[in-house]
């Protein structure tokens, strides 16, 4: 007989563990809180504007082709991806910015125009990054963080150096520029934590960044949901939306079943996509494997920000992704990792689909996202969400000359508070646990739980990390432990 596994949530992970559990026999059902599946991935639509609540950057197309040809399909089977030309832009000052091209070659014209000699520089930095690229996203992340001994292999031993190093370092070593320095050092904040404190290992972002470029899944990265969903249900996973699981029954180190709205389920394996923290407060207390101690210790990926905002005209000066690191970095950052506070000057980004895809849209008029970076569990009220607002506008305003503020139409907020209320984020973190060399692999917590036989976990706060391709390998990864231990 069929073993049944109930899934928590509906995010990248459990989507992805779903189709994979469904191919190898399991019968499948997700019980996801929210009305809608995707987690933090879901869609905002208001006034015949599509705003993407969570991910806009579609990175590493070969993770998405290696899944989706896990079942013999593609990612052109479900969505359209438009790879974007140019891939964004950054600013540092009034009509002062850098614009990042869709070639390694435009980009390296780029830097020469900052800082010369700098391209010969770049194209060795890339090299090392795209040898980084092989070794870690086609091999290393693909394995389970059991055991340390994963990560030591012929190759990995040549590139000890680049564990104990940081991409801060690797990057002040071969360039000089400051602009060029914080260009390079943008990817891997997706990891989660400051450059300083990422191993240079983790250069392979870079390669992600300049080597494979930027895409847009036309209509928004819910698109690729939509897509997953679609798999997933062809396979004959069933999903629930509006199911709120509330806690995990068990018996004899066994879970048996899970409260789901009021309602015992039982099944014969639990796996949760969810927060890992929120998950084991599901949990009787014995049955938990890490303690409230030991989450504060982390090192969490910054909460965030964001307005969803609707505009009455078209936005000049700025690409589809717009960064503006016109501020001081580190003193932001400081607030992040160091002291947890609002900063005084934030560095934010800024997303404009309706440049690219005009469903995000009404015909001229423009969708726009924009997101700062903030340490997770701080103060969230109404009043300080209007400050930055107020903040970011102004500056805005100035950097890319031109008024806007007399052109929303509306603007929706999304911070600390909605996180914990929409997915039981642990401190209302956007995008989980970071990647340092302390909460790599085996050192994350793990997928197959210690003290429950049949209890597993999948999604950024596991193995392999933040991020949306992290994601879906997350969701393979505990589909194949559970696979191992109960087929
Ligand atoms: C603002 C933002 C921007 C980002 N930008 C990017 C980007 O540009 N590119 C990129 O690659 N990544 C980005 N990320 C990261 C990426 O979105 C995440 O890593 C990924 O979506 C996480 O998926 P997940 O499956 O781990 O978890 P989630 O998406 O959080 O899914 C967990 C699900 O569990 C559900 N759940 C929780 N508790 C319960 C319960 N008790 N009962 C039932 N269901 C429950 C939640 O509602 C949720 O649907 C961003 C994230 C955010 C928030």
Redesign the pocket.
């Known amino acids: 007989m069929k073993q049944n596994v109930a899934l928590?949530?509906?995010?990248?992970?459990?989507?992805a563990a779903a189709s994979y559990l469904a191919k190898a026999g399991y019968s499948v059902t997700i019980?996801?809180?929210?009305n809608t599946?995707?987690?933090?991935?879901?869609q905002l639509k208001k006034e015949g504007f599509t705003f993407d609540?969570?991910?806009?950057?579609?990175?590493?197309p070969d993770v998405f082709e290696r899944f989706f040809s896990d079942f013999n399909r593609k990612p052109s089977d479900y969505y359209e991806l438009i790879k974007l030309a140019p891939a964004y832009s950054v600013y540092f000052g009034d009509n002062d910015y850098i614009t990042i091209e869709d070639t390694l070659e435009k980009i390296c014209v780029a830097f020469e125009a900052e800082e010369k000699g700098s391209s010969q520089q770049l194209k060795k930095f890339i090299a090392k990054a795209q040898s980084n690229y092989n070794i870690a996203i086609k091999d290393l992340v693909y394995r389970p963080g059991v055991s340390p001994l994963e990560l030591i292999t012929p190759v990995t031993i040549k590139k000890i150096g680049q564990f104990f190093s940081t991409i801060s370092k690797e990057v002040r070593r071969e360039f000089k520029n400051p602009r060029l320095v914080a260009i390079l050092e943008f990817p891997v904040l997706?990891l989660g934590a400051k450059p300083s404190n990422t191993p240079a290992f983790y250069s392979f972002m870079n390669y992600a960044d300049f080597g494979l470029g930027t895409f847009h899944p036309k209509n928004g990265?819910y698109s690729v949901i939509n897509g997953m969903k679609a798999l997933a249900e062809s396979l004959g996973v069933i999903i629930k939306t509006n199911?709120?699981?509330?806690a995990i029954n068990i018996d004899n180190e066994q879970a048996t079943s899970i409260v789901?709205n009021g309602a015992t389920v039982s099944a014969d394996i639990i796996l949760?996509?969810?927060?890992y923290h929120?998950?084991e407060t599901?949990l009787p207390k014995q049955y938990r494997q890490y303690s409230e101690a030991y989450w504060d210790r982390k090192i969490f990926a910054p909460s965030?920000l964001?307005f969803y905002v609707g505009f009455d005209k078209k936005i000049e000066n700025v690409e589809h992704h717009t960064l503006f690191f016109d501020v001081d970095f580190d003193a932001h950052a400081y607030t992040i990792y160091d002291e947890p506070s609002w900063p005084e000057n934030p560095l934010f980004y800024a997303s404009f689909p309706s440049k690219t895809d005009e469903s995000a849209a009404p015909r001229g008029k423009e969708a726009a996202i924009f997101?700062i970076p903030l340490a997770p569990g701080i103060e969230d009220t109404e009043a300080i969400r209007e400050t930055y607002f107020e903040k970011i506008i102004t500056r805005f305003e100035k950097l890319t000359n031109q008024p806007v503020r007399n052109f929303v139409i509306f603007k929706e907020s999304?911070c600390i508070k909605d996180?914990v209320e929409?997915?039981?984020?642990y401190k209302g973190n956007?995008?989980?646990l970071a990647n340092t060399l302390m909460q790599t692999a085996f050192l994350r917590p793990k997928i197959k739980s210690k003290k429950v036989k049949n209890l597993y976990f999948?999604?950024?706060?596991s193995v392999p990390g933040?991020?949306?391709?992290?994601?879906l390998i997350?969701?393979k990864l505990a589909a194949s432990l559970i696979e191992k231990h109960h087929s």
């Open positions: 928590i949530g509906s995010g990248f992970s459990s989507l019980f996801e809180k929210n599946v995707g987690g933090r991935a879901r609540i969570g991910p806009t950057w579609y990175w590493m997706f990265m199911q709120n699981v509330t789901v949760s996509g969810a927060d929120h998950t599901l965030s964001l997101l999304f996180f929409a997915y039981n984020s956007a995008y989980g999948t999604g950024q706060l933040p991020g949306v391709p992290p994601s997350s969701g």
